[in-house]
């Protein structure tokens, strides 16, 4: 303040006009700091909501059955075609080979963009089938699911409720299995809130999801597709 110069109008002016330009200034500083940090809280957004999105996915796949044979088979239609005779066609390998396919894609999806537990399991359930093992989903798919509810801030599902064992959702049964193996995802979009938490499990999380980073609730391993499992 001892360097303004109030003496003369001419002196009034040029102080004016500094203050002016130094603030200025500094609101443009400030403008630039805060479009930079939304940039960059929106692209984190983005691959929370991605990653979630396509989590879900794997969830709907992997455990959208609750009866009948929950197991995935490995044998691939040219060991089929050996064990039948040459020109019969083998019973029931189309089904099979189109659950298989889809959960090989969930895993795959899984080991890139799952937690460290989903990434292992996924990984021995991809071994076992590889090695021509049948195998089983319903560790994952629970890792998936209290994974996902955390994301959505939902209550945990309380221990009473007994859910019972879920595997790969049957080709045919529902949207859920067809969806992902067409590729087609939902809404994008991460529920940050209790409140939204239930219509983000619809048809998509589009609406309203960057709440969750907005208010800077985001987790370090957080964060699908369209589908309604059937038994």
């Known amino acids: 303040m001892r360097n303004l110069d109030f003496s003369s109008w001419q002196a ?9 330009v130094i603030t200025l200034i500094g609101v443009g500083i400030r403008l630039l700091a805060m479009q930079t940090i939304q940039q960059r809280r929106e692209r984190e957004n983005r691959q929370i909501n991605e990653r979630l999105r396509t989590l879900i996915a794997a969830y709907k796949t992997l455990g959208g059955s609750f009866t009948g044979d929950l197991a995935v088979d490995p044998t691939h239609l040219r060991e089929l075609r050996r064990a039948t005779g ?6 029931g390998s189309d089904r099979g080979r189109r659950t298989r396919d889809a959960v090989e ?30 195998i089983h989903t319903h560790d994952l798919v629970v890792s998936l699911r209290d994974f996902v ?10 221990p009473s409720v007994s859910i019972p064992r879920q595997g790969p959702t049957r080709p045919g049964s529902g949207r859920g299995g067809s969806d992902r193996t067409r ?3 939902g ?21 309203g999801t960057g709440i969750g ?14 589908g309604s499992p059937h038994g």
Do not use: F, K, N, W
């Open 12 to 20: 009034l002016l040029s102080t004016l006009l500094g203050l002016a």
């Open 86 to 91: 040459p020109g019969e066609a083998p019973a």
């Open 105 to 134: 894609a969930a895993l795959s999806d899984i080991i890139l963009l799952g937690t460290e537990e989903q990434v292992r399991l996924a990984a021995r359930a991809a071994t076992e089938l590889a090695e021509g093992r049948a």
């Open 149 to 158: 509810r955390e994301a959505l801030d939902l209550d945990p599902v309380p």
């Open 183 to 185: 590729g087609e995802g």
């Open 187 to 207: 809404g994008e979009g991460r529920v940050g809130g209790r409140g939204g938490g239930g219509a983000g499990m619809g048809a998509g999380i589009g609406v």
């Open 213 to 226: 980073l907005g208010s800077g609730h985001h987790h370090d391993e957080s964060h699908i597709g369209t």
